[in-house]
T-cell receptor, first 114, second 110 residues
Framework: DSGVTQTPKHLITATGQRVTLRCSPR?????VYWYQQSLDQGLQFLIQ???????AKGNILERFSAQQFPDLHSELNLSSLELGDSALYFC?????????????FGPGTRLTVL | GQQVMQIPQYQHVQEGEDFTTYCNSS?????IQWYKQRPGGHPVFLIQ?????EVKKQKRLTFQFGEAKKNSSLHITATQTTDVGTYFC??????????FGKGNQVVVIP
């Protein structure tokens, strides 16, 4: 158990819909990262927040957005869903943003878009 | 951003044998991290290498960072069924965002 929690575990929805994925970082971690894992693209960095502020953006679509709240939990919002958005979405957390900080991954949310 | 290539993509390993997985970059890396993801699980941090030529051991696992800091390897001896999974290398860049390789999926044959 990494100490990072993600809900829901599974999500099945239809194309065009909007969903919200939630992540609670490990106690004491200020930095939250979101990654997408699909069969063809592997593990891709989406976005990072540190203490409530966006710090880095990766290959995140404009239909996707995220935020980190004052209690440090984070939400990833996916809208106008397409079949290709079906993937595992992982949240990770670390103490700060130093490149030597270990990232701890949550169990993931499996999103299926039908 | 920095990219890493992992070879091989797939390995079938007989239980009890040794195997190695490699991670290569065309550019000099500041650090490299290794993760393991069990089937149906999430990536779990194994180790980070920072220094040129660094070698670190964790029981049956030996991690190495090349002298030029452009490649890394993970060598596992006396493979066990618990070693099954996908091994990823990842490079940390600005703000600690990780760029992952495609992974090496390892199947252990009992």
């Amino acid at each position: 158990d990494s100490g990072v929690t993600q809900t829901p575990k599974h999500l099945i929805t239809a194309t065009g819909q909007r969903v919200t994925l939630r992540c609670s970082p490990r106690s004491g971690d200020l930095s939250v990262y979101w990654y997408q894992q699909s069969l063809d693209q592997g593990l891709q960095f989406l976005i990072q927040y540190y203490n409530g502020e966006e710090r880095a953006k990766g290959n995140i679509l404009e239909r996707f957005s995220a935020q980190q709240f004052p209690d440090l939990h984070s939400e990833l919002n996916l809208s106008s869903l397409e079949l290709g958005d079906s993937a595992l979405y992982f949240c990770a957390s670390s103490v700060s943003t130093r490149h030597t900080d270990t990232q701890y991954f949550g169990p993931g949310t499996r999103l299926t878009v039908l | 951003g920095q990219q890493v290539m992992q070879i091989p993509q797939y390995q079938h390993v007989q239980e009890g044998e040794d195997f190695t997985t490699y991670c290569n970059s065309s550019t000099t890396l500041s650090n490299i991290q290794w993760y393991k993801q069990r089937p149906g699980g999430h990536p779990v941090f194994l180790i980070q290498l920072v220094k040129s030529g660094e070698v670190k051991k964790q029981k049956r696992l030996t991690f190495q960072f090349g002298e030029a800091k452009k490649n890394s390897s993970l060598h596992i001896t006396a493979t066990q069924t618990t070693d099954v999974g996908t091994y990823f290398c990842a490079v940390g860049s600005g703000n600690n965002r990780l760029a992952f390789g495609k992974g090496n999926q390892v199947v252990v044959i009992p």
